[in-house]
């Protein structure tokens, strides 16, 4: 068995929660006719031979996931399978033919936007008979978290409620989604990135609808040279955070954007969770995503096919080619019937930009938002501090029990019943061992949002005796 990476981790915290289809990878990849399938079938089979990780499940064993083989190995299916994957059971990866419509559906654990570039190289080069070589192992290399911690505790505060027109943003939670695909003209601005002005851009926008504080999350990507040709999750969820002020010149806050960007890239290898104390996890780390890469050179490709679902409220995925930048914004109908005004927003100051950089940033349009309290995936405020214990704790004949295995698992002793789990090290990993071992000694299951919200012996206990 092989220990999962922080990012993977993660990932199957969330899976715990039921994201259904949200961390569903898709491609469709159109062949020639006749398609050969005895051809694509070996394809398939020697693509995962080099890409083991795609052939891998999900073990949790005491609260700890690590990888296995999958109980079946992966293989080309004529027959389109909907639901969601099993983690425990694997495999990771479906291939599905349809006619000359080869579906690629890839779980975000094993998989990211860069995998799909290099499983499309893999496989077409295989199914026209070319031997794939092994890969050599490459060690992992697990990122110190001091410098993250130290970077994050002076600039990270849970996202708030985002106004927009028709609605207000909210949802961290993954469910069913819509879609809207649309081309983006993005300027080149001396001294930024496309992607800069890009993002500077959308939190313009987004300041102009009252939001005085702006965050977005953004996948950015942790491959090593060494890690280029290989398929696996080698990315990292981190939040941008902008104040975008009335009358400041555009190429000014982008350029304080740049500067910020440059400063989380030394931090892209560590995951917010291992950096910031009691992050409760999300399956989006903001209400509004954005994840943007380069390539998708080959026309036969669908590179941005919809999963059906959407982590957040907003979450925008771009895809920047030869062809140009596509946009395939995926959003939460339930909290933005109508994305149009937003896209039409976006396009309008990328257009004003283009013209003239030192547009100033508009005054608000909409009202500030009515509350500012922080909102959970649900929609509810989250609580401040654990829930206070029952009289009589000290009698409580399932204090001893919780109190050992919470020694046993942070290795710290004595531990007193109002000692908060995240101030004595604690995190996610340990939160999981601690409930899978309350499970198996005590016959007792707490819901890690619960646990999140009451991180004491004296919390656990009070969710316990409701």
Known sequence: MTEVSPVQ????INELAGAGSAYHMPLVIRLEAPVDEGALAKACAALVERHPLLGMAFAESDGVPRLVLAQEPPALSFEERAEAFDLARGPLVRFTLSGRSLRVVAHHAVFDGRSKEVLVADLLAAYRGEVLPPLEPVTPREAPADDARAFWASRWRAPAEVLVPGGVLRSRRA???RVLEFPLDVPDIAGL???????????????SYGNTTVVTAIDLSTRTPDEEDRIGPFVNELPLFSEPRPGTPFAVFAGSLRAELREIYRHRRVPLARAVQGLKPHAALAPVSVSYRRG???????????NGAVRGAFQLQLLDGPAGLAASLRYDALELPDPRPIVAGLRAWLERVAGDPSVPLPAAALPAAA???????AGSADPVGGSESSPGLGDDPLLAGLTAIWEEVLQLSPIEPHDDIFDLGGHSLTITQIIARMRKRLNIEVELDDFFD???????LGVIRR
């Open 9 to 12: 981790h993660g990932i199957w």
């Open 175 to 177: 469910g069913e989604g």
């Open 193 to 207: 990135t496309r992607f800069e002005v890009l993002m500077a851009a959308l939190h313009a926008v987004l300041g």
């Open 296 to 306: 998708g050179g080959d026309e036969r490709v669908d590179w941005l096919a919809f």
């Open 371 to 377: 509350s500012t309290a922080t909102l959970d995936s």
């Open 454 to 460: 009451n991180p004491t012996i004296a919390g656990v």
